[in-house]
């Protein structure tokens, strides 16, 4: 008796353990935090200037892909968003026309969706300590909108400085 319930339990275990790995790539909750920003956007900063944005997902619903274009500042970027089911959180690489990049990792902080950069050293022109972290905020978000920070701390993320604000409205 005792053998024949090992043997159902481990029959169980195998079914449980086949079922989970069963499941689709990226169909995680998590890995839907980042659908708010799916689309087509205006994006309004600096209260005249004015760029385009449009998001999608990509490779069976597993990226977020961004294409950022500013035509009069002649500036376009591009990001690839992923959620990391190993590390439990969202990854993100930018690249632009101006040679940046800048690598991210964060997610849902509240209503809120974070991704911060590792601090890094700066010349002291740019930072009195040295030493710099920055970090992108999602906020304020709706079905139509939502409003875009980028922020920058000196001091190991006690403190942060907004550089840059954007509002992200849907395009009809």
Known sequence: MKTILLISCIIMSF??????NN?????SPEAHQFDFWIGDWNITYSDTAHATNHVEKLMNDCTVQENF??????Y???????????????????????????ALTGGMQGDSMILITAERTVPTNISSTGKMINRMVYYNITKDAFDWDWESSIDGGI???SNW????????
């Open 23 to 27: 499941q689709p790539p990226c169909s």
């Open 69 to 74: 274009n500013d035509p009069p500042k002649n």
């Open 159 to 161: 403190t942060w400085k």
């Open 165 to 172: 604000r954007l509002h992200y409205s849907r395009k009809s």
């Open 76 to 102: 376009m970027g591009k990001s690839w968003s992923v959620y990391n089911a190993n590390y439990k959180h969202w990854q993100q690489t930018w690249v632009d026309n101006q040679g940046g990049y800048i």
């Open 15 to 20: 079914q449980v353990i086949a079922q989970s």
